[in-house]
């Protein structure tokens, strides 16, 4: 039975590693796949990975059929075993829906590929319908660190390395690169006291680094 499979973790986690690798294993024996993107660091039309690996892919927009697109591509006499989707947490809930619809009317196995909250603790969109939707929920097991040494939970959102909890939702960045607008993955302890790896270096240096005056 084809299943509908959302992949999950914090930035870092290796996802979209993850989506190239089973993309590769399945291509390996035979099956032809369909990869769709959205808002990929690298840019329009490319999954790619931290550690350098990339592939063209489907742009995937507000007004995408998803589930139409798949469907003329078989009725042009294209084969379509499985679908990966990366960036899953970008796509709208009627996305999510297509997805969904591919696997059950289609037979297609469904690959999503996203992470669950923004840097707000907020689930996206597209993550909750997953959510709701996914015949399973697989939590990737690389562990990410917050800069304490802590399992990283929370994706954070820098501007000028302060980090914020407001804005929208969706602006793209990379942990990667200290840009104007960089993303970090902390613990939930420093994601509630907003405290950063740059800050945390500021903060050794202060007399008052612990909360409520405590001494």
Not at 70 to 89: F, H, I, L, N, R
Request: aromatic share 6%; glycine share 8%; proline share 1%.
């Amino acid at each position: 039975m084809a299943e509908l499979v959302f992949f999950t973790g914090t930035m870092d986690s290796g996802k979209s590693t993850l989506a190239l690798q089973l993309d590769h294993n399945h291509n390996a024996r035979g099956r032809a796949g369909l990869i769709f993107t959205r808002d990929d660091r690298a840019g329009s039309a490319t999954i790619s990975s931290r550690l350098g690996l990339k592939a063209a892919a489907v742009e995937v927009e507000d007004d995408t059929d998803l589930l139409n697109h798949v469907v003329q591509m078989m009725s042009s006499g294209g084969k379509v075993d499985y679908v990966v989707a990366d960036e899953a947490q970008f796509y709208t809930e009627d996305h999510i829906e297509q997805l969904a619809r591919m696997v059950d009317e289609l037979s297609i196995d469904v690959y999503a590929f996203g992470i669950t909250t923004d840097f707000r603790t907020r689930l996206f969109p597209g993550s909750k319908r997953l959510i709701e939707l996914a015949d399973r929920i697989e939590v990737l097991q690389v562990q990410t660190l917050c800069w304490c040494g802590a399992r990283a939970t929370h994706n954070a959102r820098t501007v000028g390395g302060e980090m914020v909890v407001e804005g929208e939702q969706v602006v793209v960045g990379d942990t990667a690169v200290a840009d104007e607008i960089g993303y970090e993955v902390l613990c939930r302890r420093h994601h509630r006291r907003r405290l950063t790896a740059a800050r945390s270096g500021a903060a050794a240096l202060s007399p008052d680094t612990l909360p409520f005056g405590a001494a």
